[in-house]
């Protein structure tokens, strides 16, 4: 069974940054593609980025285009998220996700992720 677990989140002003980090167990981490999903109050999870497992082939979705980087460290099992010039429409719980299997998908629905973390909570006051 593989777990992740988030961690990062915070309390910031408008124009700030954080770095969000997921750590995987369970499995070969090397060997799979990762994803950032949030979910801001009131509405439905939303795809944030995807990495492949290589770290060769990233997307991300338009809103976060270049003001988010993701990145990975297999020999860590751990995905990053670095956030800058955050906005108070960042405010979400941002959660690591991943598929069974070994590619990377652009923008795919939250239903075909098999494994979720826990989340945490981003706030972006303005």
């Known amino acids: 069974q593989v777990q992740l677990v988030e961690s990062g989140g915070g309390s910031v002003q408008a124009g700030d940054s954080l770095r969000l980090s997921c750590v995987a167990s369970?499995?070969?981490?090397?060997?799979?593609?990762m994803y950032w999903f949030r979910q801001a109050p009131g509405k439905g999870r939303e795809f944030v980025a995807a990495i492949s497992r290589s770290g060769s082939n990233i997307y991300y979705t338009d809103s976060v285009k270049g003001r988010f980087t993701v990145s990975r460290d297999n020999s860590k099992n751990t995905v990053y998220l670095q956030m800058n010039s955050l906005r108070p429409e960042d405010t979400a719980v941002y959660y690591c996700?991943?598929?069974?299997?070994?590619?990377?998908?652009?923008?795919?629905?939250?239903?075909?992720?098999?494994?979720w973390g826990k989340g945490t909570l981003v706030t972006v006051s303005s």
């Open positions: 996700a991943a598929d069974d299997v070994t590619f990377v998908r652009y923008n795919p629905s939250p239903n075909i992720m098999h494994y």
């Open positions: 369970g499995r070969t981490f090397s060997g799979y593609a």
